[in-house]
């Protein structure tokens, strides 16, 4: 249960803001590797930007959780224009609590998104919000990373077969 997605999106920018007014949620928690750019990338696509903006026009509240280094996480999370915190030891949920508190939303209106199964969407499971799932951007540089992979399938397929879409 806290493993199977919820929502899978072809990528972040397939997220939309009726998506979330529909459910309710203002404020998301943005992951960094193979969510907002390839991971380890500085990169900054203009279709992510845009997508950026959009959110911001539509006044839903942004902030980077990852559990990348500072050294990784700051430059980009900068370029951005975005609050962050780094090292959040996903999948405990420490770091979506901080998060909240700079948000201050409750609950009810968050979501995290985010890319990997075994950190993005258990963590949003165990702090009690949804995880809008977004398929990686690309491949994994990290040993660890590359390892967990091999065991979403399971939990991926079962969204599919319980009759999940990707939202495009
Ligand atoms: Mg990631």
Known sequence: MLLTPEYIFRNIEAITPQFLQERGITALVLDVDNTLTEDGSQNLAPTVAAWLQTMRDAGISLTIVSNNTPRRVAPFAEKLG????????KPLPV??????RRLKVSRARMAMVGDQIF???LSA???????LYTLPRGGDTQRGVRFKRKFEPTYINRYYQNGGTVYE
Request: proline fraction near 8%; hydrophobic fraction near 50%; charge should be positive.
């Open 82 to 89: 975005l609050a962050w915190v780094p090292l959040a030891c």
């Open 95 to 100: 770091g979506l609590a901080v998060a909240r």
């Open 119 to 121: 950190t993005d969407r």
């Open 125 to 131: 499971g165990l702090y009690g919000i949804p995880c």
